[in-house]
């Protein structure tokens, strides 16, 4: 059954856009079930949250500025850090779906198998299965599946008085793939060796952050209830912490004097945009009572406070010097084609 | 890092075929793991299984032939009945990736969800959540997840003496796709009204066997152990008695007087040829004990035996009549571009 051309014209998903499209869709799951990178599955007595990732070449990697063990590693990492964002603390494994034109050669397939089994060597799990079939497009679909801890992290637990932590610094990725392509300037930027090197591996290794998750819930003080509201930057910090104020109904203040930037950026290099805005940073965003980050806090270089929760009512994200609303200009867009 | 020219010429993914392409890739995992359609996840005192499929426009569904509610169910079947064909009792749920052209209407996004949704509702569990994202093509990558029964059926436990058995007839979804084409001139063959709607209603809205293995279950004779191999025939039953051969180290011999046709199929219409591998037609194919065998095929209309398995050495499919090897001739392909 074709759709008639009139239908085709008038509401197409260019036009509805990602948020209106989960608004949508969200009547065919249960209530609330789409609100979070991951969903749980009861297994006995015990939970497996399940998140499923896509990748598509040209909107999501490229051959350019991605190997396939990077693009392996990376779909992984992607997946692994929705797990680590939820609260998973053991990965089981992931399914892998690959859809590739007859002429892929073999060598990029398994080039992409090797990053794969690399990630989860290296953070735990297994190759479960999957797919392949042919496609005009090569494509990636990987849903990857742990066992959850004690605390289960949503995005619609923050509360006014938290803190709003990460566990690294951000930009770091989008710095890197703009080295890669040749976009920066070396001549007008100062980049040192150690920075240039942090940036290129955060955007081609990314790492899933379970050791910050652990130690969250190691450090958890002992008269302080499981509730702390979690969700991982792979679509930028500044979208992280509005879908933690949007989930919660809450506001946020982000503290400019706090950009949570890697040593060493140049001053002048896009630090406010990448930072809020370049994506696939893949660290922990989370809200939760100062009690508890401050310990958090202290264990590990590269975490810290960014900001804090400031009222019980979705008003969005401020800057705390009184500069107003936090820009969303450059987001990160996750729905192109 | 672009693959040189050479290495992409010298072996592609066309040249490899899916057979050796799973054999490459097995490498990446548990030994066995990519034997059955579905992977074991231990789940506390609970084993859930998991399934990933993709559908891609051009090769798996067509606007020509296939409404989007079809499309989804279809997906969502196609995926359940690799769950009902290795012990799964009662589904969980699925995860949906959606990769669709920006131009791609909602209509089609929204009919899609509705066939996942109906098929959800008639055979159990729930959307857990997804992916969307934009592409060339549209694409479906369905990950299905459900608790496993007391029997894990596998593709490796045929033994000789076993009998061959279905849970339906075959070639009907093929009849179906071919009479949506009008590629079957019904002035030379007759297909009565019941057969032309069960063979469209096969490929539209094909069902996953849940019931059967439920029957199964319940039917095993008490001096039997929990030994028995399975499979569904989604790939065609030709393929699926091939695979369970292979997997086991085992010949079978199918009967030509006891195709597994529906009834009233025309005489001269291609009946072995889409009996064997027309495909998609979602119906459990076991090899277990006849003393188990024949209370099961009792229990229901449709069920058969179709063979048996000979011996404990894999030499293949032959036919019982001494017409010498079942032919693959026109077998289903899943992977083409």
């Known amino acids: 059954m074709a759709l008639p051309e009139t239908a085709a014209m008038t509401e197409c998903l260019r036009d509805l856009g990602e948020a209106e499209l989960i608004r949508r869709l969200s009547r065919f799951a249960p209530p609330g079930q789409f609100d979070d990178d991951t969903a749980a599955v009861q297994g006995g007595n015990d939970t497996l949250l399940i998140n499923t990732d896509l990748l598509v070449e040209g909107v999501h990697f490229s051959d350019t500025t991605t190997s396939p063990q990077d693009v392996g590693w990376r779909a992984a990492a992607a997946n692994l850090s929705d797990l680590a ?5 053991e990965p089981v494994g992931l399914t892998v779906g690959l859809v590739a034109p007859a002429h892929t050669p073999w060598r990029w397939v398994e080039g992409v198998y090797e990053g794969l089994s690399a990630a989860l060597r290296r953070h735990g799990g297994f190759l479960l ?8 497009q090569r494509m990636l679909a990987i849903t990857a599946l742990g066992h959850c801890g004690p605390l289960r992290l949503h995005r619609n637990q923050a509360q006014a008085g938290d803190w709003l ?3 690294g610094p951000h930009g770091l990725s989008r710095l890197g793939l703009a080295l890669l392509r040749g976009e920066v300037d070396l001549r007008h930027h100062s980049v040192d060796r150690h920075l240039h090197a942090a940036a290129i591996l955060q955007h081609q290794r990314p790492q899933p952050r379970f050791a910050a998750l652990r130690d ?9 209830p499981w509730r702390a509201a979690g969700t991982d930057s792979s679509d930028g910090l500044l979208r ?7 989930s919660s109904g809450c506001s946020a203040e982000l503290d400019p004097t706090t950009l949570p930037l890697a040593p060493g950026w140049p001053q002048e290099l896009n630090r406010e945009s990448w930072c809020l805005n370049g994506g696939e940073d893949f660290e922990l965003v989370l809200s939760l009572p100062p009690e508890w980050a401050k310990p958090w806090i202290a264990q590990a270089p590269g975490r810290q406070r960014i900001g804090r929760i400031t009222t019980n009512a979705n008003a969005g994200v401020h800057w705390s010097d009184g500069r107003g609303s936090v820009s969303a200009g450059g987001e990160f867009q996750h729905f192109q084609a």
Chains 1, 2 share one sequence.
């Not at 964002?85 to 603390?89: E, L």
């Not at 969250?216 to 302080?224: M, Q, V």
């Not at 992280?240 to 949007?246: A, I, P």
């Open 85 to 89: 964002a939820s609260g998973v603390t």
């Open 129 to 136: 299965g999957g797919d392949c079939t042919g496609g005009q």
């Open 165 to 167: 932590v990460v566990s």
């Open 216 to 224: 969250l819930l190691a450090c958890k003080p002992l008269d302080l």
């Open 240 to 246: 992280s912490v509005q879908d933690l104020c949007h």
